[in-house]
């Protein structure tokens, strides 16, 4: 039993960061209509600038959130700019496709320019904070996954909040689910994409700062979180931002039940296999809208 | 207020305007008329930047905007109201109002605005908080107008206030209509029907085959037969 809990207790701490690092995934495919595959190497970098900050600065776990949301930002606006602007509204181009094809061959120069700059080599990143608590009799956290956890869901309510009471916040959304109608009020399409894509990669960051210390920090540290990113945002129903926030919950609990049960190893298998089970049965995902309704 | 010269616009090898002249002047309020399918709605889409023009000129207050970007435009006070309403389905209400005042300016004056909104549309008022998708055909309507009435317009633009309405219905919008006409906005309305415009004191164009074929006051027409004819059926 207490096993069990445990791993619920672990679950849901993967889970708040399986949600900050797909939310902008979800984001992104409500706004631009594409999938982004450049999500994982902004964990990447996040992980990087983690590894900076912590090892050469000296900051803590926050101000390093900070300082990988702006890293973040900053890379989501020049990738938006520069590897999907171009293929917007041209005629005869599935943009979809394209900007699929564009921004993958964007993650792969990233990853190589990681290899170059930091080496092969991983980079481990220290917890921030040591020691554990206690729950109950046998069931405990370390601090460290709580302080993660707590930044996750700090995020998570700020971009909620974001979304729902800000003029730019409501913007991203209204350009998502109307595009003509946004402009015909004055909404700049363009400004709203390079928005999008700024938060989204900031908050794929900010996941990077919090997984930096649970995976070594290498180049290709983004592929597994793009991969999970690429289940949940499927799996929650592409477009919807409630439901991947669910899906990110869901997968994390899953994982962390199925590698106490059945082993470490099964855990990827057994999440493709209810993945394809789910496409079936539902091939919107857990929330997912019909194709006016986004976000 | 807005001057259009010899527009032409196309979908793809499709022609739809071919050659419309058009003035609205401060204050005043002109119909097109025009059976569907021959260039109405293309001609507001033209006017507010979303569909590219391949000849021609539109001035809008003073200045050149054909081949501005839909938002530019509207920004300079050129609110448009869409046919077929384009309501941000997954919102309440009242954040599509409040979406409908975006421009800084408005934005910071949109509790006063949505105030004045609810106070002409209590309606919405009503159902603030519900999502736009759960909205009948004629509270889309009234939102779709309540959205336009967010911001301050240098001209308003209504596609087709009646289309897909009971009867009923069409009345209600029309009296709404008629208060905002009676503000002295510069409005310029599109109808596939002159028995909604008849009682308007408002100069009328018809459009057919995307050429303006007559033009002239409410009155005239009523006493031109044939114009009659074609679009009363009388």
């Known amino acids: ?295 | 207020m807005l001057e259009v010269r010899n527009l032409n616009a196309a979908y793809g090898q499709t022609r739809v305007l071919e050659g419309v002249d058009l003035t609205v002047a401060a204050g005043e309020f002109v119909v097109v008329i025009g059976p569907n399918g021959h260039g109405k709605t293309t001609l507001l889409r033209t006017i507010s930047g979303l569909v590219p023009t391949t000849a021609g000129e539109i001035t809008f207050d003073g200045e050149r905007i054909d081949g501005e970007r839909p938002e530019r435009i509207a920004m300079r006070g050129l609110v448009h109201i869409p046919q077929g309403d384009l309501p941000f389905v997954d919102m309440t209400v009242e954040e599509n109002l409040v979406l409908g005042a975006f421009p800084a300016d408005a934005w910071r004056i949109r509790a006063e605005r949505l105030e004045r909104v609810y106070g002409i549309f209590p309606l919405l008022a009503d159902r603030r908080s519900n999502r736009a998708r759960t909205l009948s055909g004629g509270e889309r309507r009234m939102l779709a107008l309540g959205r336009g009435l967010m911001r301050e317009a240098k001209l308003l633009m209504i596609d087709e206030p009646s289309l897909g309405l009971a009867p009923v219905i069409v009345n209600e919008v029309y009296q709404h209509i008629e208060q905002i006409v009676a503000t002295g906005i510069t409005l310029l309305l599109v109808e596939e029907n002159f028995s909604h415009v008849q009682t308007f004191d408002a100069r009328v164009l018809l459009l057919e085959s995307g050429r303006v074929v007559r033009e002239g006051l409410v009155g005239d027409l009523l006493a031109d037969e044939i114009v009659m004819a074609t679009y009363l059926g009388t």
Not at chain 1, 267 to 280: Q, R, Y
Request: proline content about 3%; charged content about 10%; hydrophobic content about 55%.
């Open chain 1, 1 to 295: 039993m207490s096993a069990f809990l445990q791993a619920v207790v672990s679950g849901l701490v993967t889970g708040s960061i399986y949600a900050v690092m797909t939310v902008g995934m979800t984001l992104i495919y409500g706004t631009l209509r594409t999938l982004n595959m450049t999500q994982g190497s902004m964990v990447m970098i996040g992980g990087y600038v983690a590894w900076m900050v912590f090892d050469g600065l000296g900051w803590g776990p926050i101000l390093g959130g900070v300082a990988a949301a702006v890293v973040g930002f900053a890379f989501g606006v020049a990738i938006q700019q520069a590897a999907i602007r171009p293929l917007i509204g041209r005629r005869g181009v599935d943009f979809e496709m394209t900007a699929f094809i564009s921004t993958f061959a964007v993650a792969i120069v990233l990853s190589n320019v990681a290899l170059r700059i930091y080496g092969a080599r991983s980079k481990a990143v220290p917890p921030v904070i040591h020691g554990r608590l206690h729950l109950l009799e046998g069931i405990s956290v370390s601090w460290h996954s709580l302080v993660m956890a707590g930044i996750a869901v700090g995020t998570l309510l700020a971009l909620g909040g974001f979304l729902s009471k800000t003029r730019y916040g409501l913007a991203i959304s209204a350009v998502a689910q109307q595009l003509d109608a946004a402009r015909l009020m004055g909404i700049p399409a363009q400004r709203v994409y390079n928005l999008t894509m700024g938060v989204s990669s900031a908050l794929a960051a900010i996941a990077g700062v919090l997984l930096a210390s649970v995976f070594f920090v290498s180049p290709n540290a983004g592929d597994l979180p793009l991969l999970k990113a690429l289940i949940v945002a499927i799996f929650g129903g592409l477009g919807s931002v409630r439901g991947t926030i669910l899906a990110a919950y869901i997968i994390g609990l899953a994982e962390a039940l199925v590698s106490l049960y059945f082993g470490v190893k099964w855990s990827l298998p057994l999440l493709f296999l209810s993945i394809m089970i789910v496409m079936l049965v539902r091939p919107t995902g857990l929330l997912g809208k019909p194709e006016e309704a986004r976000l």
